[in-house]
Every structure is written in structure tokens, then in C-alpha cells.
């Protein structure tokens, strides 16, 4: 099973749309997990931590469920440019080392 | 923000010959470095980490001669891909961690492509 698992969607929806996604993770040890954007051919960037009581920020919403082991990122009022490709990312015991999601794909229309 | 940069961004070399990528750490100083390979729709897997003044660590399934990392100083590691292959084409990027290690900066990456 792999580490961390998400839907590669994609997601295809119209500006001003709320889109979610789901992520889930095998280690139960896990203790710090993140949201990264990665655009087409770039590198990724850092989107949001997120943190057991939930976060926000701006119109992305970030929430862990440790006892079922998934993470879930909400965007509301969907603009054309986050059109992208949005990374589960968790990180791993002691090492340091960042573990990645497949990514799930968001294409936002006019 | 801490940057990385990563050069070069992109190379397209012949089959059996080797590329050499570099990653420096330009406002700060790394001590460990991860190397990343990511194919078209996949997700980023980790390749090795590298360590200024030791031997870097390998990922399991990750062949040590083939990908040859080297951490020269504080700032700059370097991945060598020797004898490429076309199957060796991908997008690799590098990370340094952060002072909190909770957060990580990338470098741009650099897209290989063998012929």
C-alpha cells in the first residue's frame, strides 16, 4: 500500500465552484502533513501546513482526521489560476525526508 | 525565503553519456540535501539524501553507481546520472529542509531527456 494515496482526478470545474480533496495516508506515526501546489513542469510550492484542529487560509481550508487517517484540502470560490496540480505531502518519522501524494489534478473553466 | 537553485533546467543528452545536475542552497546553508525524480503524472519519488561530508543514502530500488551524488560543501550537491538511458528521462529536483524541517525549498528541477 502506498504511503500516501489520492484521487489523480481531474477535476474539471467552472470559476466560483468549492472543489475538495481527500488524501490518506498509511502511517499512523505521521505527525506533520502539508498541501503543496505543484504547477506544470515547476517545482512545488508550499500551499499550506496543515494542523490537527483545522486551518485556514484565505479561501483553502485544510483539515487532518487522524483516526481515519485522511486529510482533506477545500477550496472555495475556485479562480482560473489555481489551476494545478495539488500535492498530499506528509513527513516521514525522524528522517526529515518529505513523502508525496500522486497528486490530484484541478482544472478550473471560464 | 531560503532559495535553492537547480541548473541546469533542462538538458537532452545521448544515450551512455553522463549529466551532471547542480543544486546550491544560495542564502543558507544545507547540510542534507534530497534528491527527487519525478515522471510525467507521477508523484515525487525520493531518490537519496545527501549528506555534506559522508556518503549519501539511497533509496531502496535506487542504484548508487548509476545516480552519483556528491555533497562538495554547505552549499552545493550534485546528482550524476552516468551511462544514461532513455528510460532515465524524467524531471529530477532537488530540497533542502528547512531550519524548522517542516518545511522544504525546491530547486526549479531540471527535465533530462535521453536520446
Known amino acids: 500500500r502506498k504511503e500516501v494515496e489520492q484521487d489523480p482526478g481531474p477535476f474539471n470545474v467552472p470559476e466560483g465552484a468549492t472543489v475538495a480533496f481527500n488524501c490518506t495516508y498509511s502511517?499512523?506515526?505521521?505527525?506533520?502533513f502539508f498541501w503543496y501546489r505543484q504547477d506544470c513542469r515547476k517545482e512545488p510550492k508550499l500551499l499550506m501546513s496543515v494542523y490537527s484542529s483545522g486551518n485556514e487560509d484565505g479561501r483553502f481550508t485544510a483539515q487532518l482526521n487522524r483516526a481515519s487517517q485522511y486529510i482533506s484540502l477545500l477550496i472555495r470560490d475556485s479562480k482560473l489560476s489555481d489551476s494545478a496540480t495539488y500535492l498530499c505531502v506528509l513527513l516521514s518519522g525522524g528522517y526529515n525526508k518529505l513523502i508525496f501524494g500522486a497528486g490530484t489534478r484541478l482544472a478550473v473553466h471560464p | 525565503g531560503a532559495v535553492v537553485s537547480q541548473h541546469p533546467s533542462r538538458v537532452i543528452c545521448k544515450s551512455g553519456t553522463s549529466v551532471k545536475i547542480e543544486c546550491r542552497s544560495l542564502?543558507?546553508?544545507?547540510?542534507?540535501m534530497f534528491w527527487y525524480r519525478q515522471f510525467p503524472k507521477k508523484s515525487l519519488m525520493l531518490m537519496a539524501t545527501?549528506?555534506?561530508?559522508?556518503?549519501?543514502?539511497?533509496e531502496q530500488g535506487v542504484e548508487k553507481d548509476k545516480f552519483l551524488i556528491n555533497h562538495a560543501s554547505l552549499t552545493l550537491s550534485t546528482l550524476t546520472v552516468t551511462s544514461a538511458h532513455p528510460e532515465d528521462s524524467s524531471f529530477y529536483i532537488c530540497?533542502?529542509?528547512?531550519?524548522?524541517?517542516?518545511?522544504?525549498?525546491f530547486g526549479q528541477g531540471t527535465r533530462l531527456t535521453v536520446v
Open positions: 502511517n499512523s506515526a505521521s505527525q506533520s
Open positions: 542564502d543558507f546553508q544545507a547540510t542534507t
Open positions: 545527501s549528506n555534506e561530508g559522508s556518503k549519501a543514502t539511497y
Open positions: 530540497s533542502a529542509p528547512g531550519r524548522l524541517n517542516t518545511e522544504a525549498f
